[in-house]
Structure formats: structure tokens, C-alpha cells
């Protein structure tokens, strides 16, 4: 059993910066698979981001291409936590967040569990 609680989100103009975070409970979190995923207004939920084991080696990280060289995935396994990391924000970025963990071993999932969610709107 893992809860997440996403936070970090709010409002920013076009161009900055927002550091979201996800803190996870529950045992073994190093060897979940953690994702962002981001649904807009009247849209799909979409992958976003994701950290996952490459066989059980070393860490992967997994961009969509609408956030490749803008967002970087991490994660600090000592404090249960993943972060997203969005520089140069645009209005289109606009949408509640979501964190997602599982054991998929895929950047897209399936993931078993997810957070309530954290806005973040860009105005332009």
C-alpha cells in the first residue's frame, strides 16, 4: 500500500520555474517505478515524466517530447520523495499534476497507485 501527496504546483508566468514534489509512504519505495503524468482541461491525462529500473541495474529517466530538455525527473530514495523539475514554462504546461508509482518497469505504466493531484497554471 502507497500514498502519494504531490505538492509544489501554483501559478507562474511563461518562462519560469516550479519544483513539484511527491512524497511517498510506504516500504521499499526504491524499487518502485515513479511517474508524472498531467491532465488539462477537457484533456486525456498524459504522460509526462517517469524514473524506472532499467533491469534492476540503475535508473532510468523518460520524458514526453512536449517537456524533452525543459523538465527533469528525480528522485532522493532517503526521503521517499520524487521530484519534477519544470523550467521555461509555458501556458500549454497548464494542468493538475499527478504522481504515479508502481513496479511497470514502462515509462507509461500501467502504475498501481497515484496522488490527488497539484494545479499548475502558466499564464502567458
Known amino acids: 500500500q502507497v500514498r502519494l501527496v504531490e505538492s509544489g504546483g501554483g501559478l507562474v508566468q511563461a518562462g519560469g520555474s516550479l519544483r513539484l514534489s511527491c512524497a511517498a509512504s510506504g516500504r521499499a519505495f526504491s524499487s518502485y517505478d515513479m511517474g508524472w503524468f498531467r491532465q488539462a482541461p477537457g484533456k486525456e491525462r498524459e504522460f509526462v515524466a517517469a524514473i524506472t529500473w532499467s533491469g534492476g541495474i540503475t535508473y532510468y529517466a523518460d520524458y514526453a517530447d512536449s517537456v524533452k530538455g525543459r523538465f527533469t525527473i528525480s528522485r532522493d530514495n532517503a526521503k521517499n520523495t520524487v521530484f519534477l523539475q519544470m523550467n521555461s514554462l509555458k501556458p500549454e504546461d497548464t494542468a493538475v499534476y499527478y504522481c504515479?508509482?508502481?513496479?511497470?518497469?514502462?515509462?507509461?505504466?500501467?502504475?498501481?497507485?497515484w496522488g490527488q493531484g497539484t494545479q499548475v497554471t502558466v499564464s502567458s
Open positions: 504515479a508509482a508502481g513496479n511497470t518497469r514502462r515509462a507509461q505504466g500501467p502504475y498501481d497507485y
